[in-house]
């Protein structure tokens, strides 16, 4: 099909109009659900841009993209017209029929869960019922990023009588009309030790697919359990990307009483998959039974793309990253990202460089992420601090970037579309996990009668796991980790899961009263006494710099065991594995510097002093023996 497009001539049959006239009637008939449709209306687009033109607006109002048409000019896009005004009537919102169905089911029901595409709209759907809902609201999401995120994006939204928090805390209470408290449920189980302060109306668990990570899943839907115990009258709403049975959210915790699911596949971004080959790039399409290749393009097409001003996304590995020589792969592409001279860019690539202590260019502290970022090229990984990578994701956002390095991180959730992904590391993807990256390829515009579409690159040796991955469904677990047997749940979990079962948290530790037995007949208190009286002097705590030079080795040790063992009574374990050791060991200065009030750059310079004298006392004493 995709040679037959490529190469057809409209002039001179009607083939390509009967291809369009055939999608457009069953997106009348389904909606937008089929991305096979999807990719060849992108290829007619970009070939036969002409004949495309003369059904884009009718194809825009058949998708229910209403926000992106203009007034309707025949029968069916007057009835389509209609359809937009009987949902502003009903929601009092520009939504999309996905939208205003999503938007009902969560004002009607008790219990929502829903999946849909990355580019659905479901931003915009938050953004609404964060606005429209008068009582406090608890966002939970899997990750520190995502918190970031979501606080600018609800600062920008509510005035200032509402207040936005990171943590859960009853402060400002005087001047604070409601709270909206945007957390991960580890931080969420804060809300179980107060007494019950906040006016709790709703719940968004947005990726709430984390349920189904080993550890961090049973943390989840503890947390969720915990809300229904505590806040039962609260709406609760499950949001997933590309899952295919939304209403197992529900079953595994039985909330079947004033509930409902919903399975959204309505797209609205298409999609072109290009396959490169020794340096040569074809395009194919995975939906086909056997996936077959084009004729070669004739023209560089990451070249094209940068110097029409479009961007890209590398999704690679961490590993990679750090290779000397990984960014001379796209050596070539480089060149086409020319310096930025924006003063709002200028002013992030100073936030970072003053954050990392890096030094103009040229200079011994010169920095290389500052000095790709100076041409629009950034770098994203897990291993970056939080605050750095927050520069880096504003940077993207407001359309700065023209190369993104980045790693799995950028998939779980963040908001940063590119017109193209080429994946270079194809190791550990699964699914979801794939779906949500190509979800970044092609971004959603607003400019009116504009159908939108967006490129995956890949390797040629991923080609066919490529395609069998990318039409494989995920499916959620319909059964809670909490409800597994004994021996199915890891020792550090048992708790936990415990104590969910049997409903014994200490509201006030929050603790489970298994852990607080524990710690009664543990008999630590040497242990605690030891540390106080080793890491404090006169009251006061000591520094990091104390802890490696007024401190002999043996004392250093002592503390490290200490720790340990704290750590192992905490983790229901009798040892620590020897990576978990030497994280340990490393935290304690930095934790002390931490305390000490020292920043990321001054804790990077004195990790380094440190480091250097240590290898610099190791070369003395080889020397000398």
Not at 313 to 324: A, F, H, I, M
Request: charged share 25%.
């Amino acid at each position: 099909m995709i040679n037959e497009i490529i190469n057809s001539n409209p002039q001179s049959n009607n083939f390509l109009e009967s291809i369009l006239l055939n999608i457009l009637s069953k997106i009348h008939k389904y909606g937008p659900i089929c991305p096979k449709d999807l990719e060849t209306l992108s290829y007619v687009k970009l070939f036969h841009a002409d004949l495309f033109a003369k059904y884009e607006k009718k194809l825009l109002f058949l998708m229910g993209l209403f926000y992106k048409v203009e007034t309707p000019s025949n029968f069916l896009e007057t009835v389509y017209s209609i359809f937009a005004d009987s949902i502003k009537d009903v929601t009092n919102n520009d939504f999309t029929p996905v939208q205003a169905d999503a938007y009902v089911n969560i004002k009607e029901k008790h219990f929502f869960s829903f999946s849909a595409p990355t580019s659905a709209g479901k931003s915009f759907l938050f953004k609404k019922l964060i606005v429209d809902t008068t009582g406090d609201i608890v966002i939970v999401v899997p990750s520190r990023a995502l918190i970031a995120e979501y606080l600018i994006t609800v600062k920008a939204l509510v005035g200032n009588d509402v207040l936005v928090l990171q943590f859960i805390e009853n402060v400002n209470i005087l001047k604070t009309r409601r709270r909206i408290f945007i957390v991960t449920p580890e931080r969420g189980n804060q809300l179980f030790s107060q007494t019950n302060p906040f006016n709790i109306e709703l719940f968004l668990f947005d990726e709430a697919q984390l349920s189904e990570e080993a550890v961090r899943g049973i943390s989840f839907d503890a947390f969720v359990r915990r809300t229904n115990i505590e806040y039962p009258n609260a709406t609760k709403v499950f949001s997933h990307p590309f899952v295919n049975n939304p209403e197992a959210q529900l079953k595994k915790h039985n909330y079947f009483i004033n509930s409902a699911s919903s399975l959204y596949k309505q797209n609205s971004v298409g999609k072109i998959f290009l396959v490169m080959k020794n340096q040569t790039m074809y395009y194919f399409s995975p939906y086909e039974e056997y996936p077959q290749t084009t004729t070669p393009l004739e023209n560089d097409f990451l070249k094209d793309l940068l110097e029409s001003n479009r961007t890209l996304l590398v999704y690679t590995s961490k590993s990679n990253l750090y290779k000397p020589d990984y960014l001379n792969k796209y050596g070539n592409y480089l060149k086409y990202c020319p310096v930025i001279e924006h003063p709002t860019a200028l002013k992030y690539i100073e936030q970072i460089r003053d954050y990392i202590g890096a030094g103009k260019s040229g200079s011994k502290k010169e920095s290389q992420i500052v000095r790709l970022m100076e041409r629009g090229i950034v770098i994203h990984h897990g291993s970056m601090p939080l605050k750095m990578r927050l520069i880096i994701e504003q940077f993207v956002r407001d359309n700065y970037a023209k190369i993104c390095f980045a790693t799995s991180t950028l998939v779980q959730g963040i908001n940063m579309p590119f017109d193209a992904v080429f994946i270079d590391n194809y190791r550990k993807m699964d699914p979801l996990t794939l779906k949500n990256l190509i979800g970044r390829a092609g971004r959603s515009t607003v400019e009116q009668n504009k159908f939108d579409y967006g490129y995956t690159i890949i390797k040629s040796k991923n080609l066919k796991s490529f395609c069998e991955r990318i039409n494989q469904n995920f499916n959620l677990e319909d059964t809670s980790k909490l409800d597994c047997e004994d021996n199915e749940v890891s020792e550090d979990n048992k708790d936990l899961v415990d104590a969910m079962k049997n409903n014994s948290f200490d509201g006030e530790t929050r603790l489970t009263q298994q852990q607080i037995q524990r710690i009664q007949t543990s008999n630590f208190e040497e242990t605690v006494a030891f540390l106080i009286d080793k890491l404090f002097i006169d009251d006061k705590i000591i520094t990091g710099n104390h802890y490696y030079e007024k401190l002999s080795s043996s004392q250093r040790n002592q503390i490290k065991a200490a720790f340990k063992d704290l750590y192992t009574l905490h983790l229901r374990r009798k040892k620590l594995k020897l990576a978990e050791q030497s994280i340990l060991s490393t935290s304690i200065p930095i934790l002390l510097w931490h305390i000490q009030g020292k920043s990321f750059k001054e804790v990077l310079a004195l990790r380094y002093s440190y480091l250097t004298r240590k290898k610099r006392t190791a070369n003395n004493t080889q020397r000398i023996s």
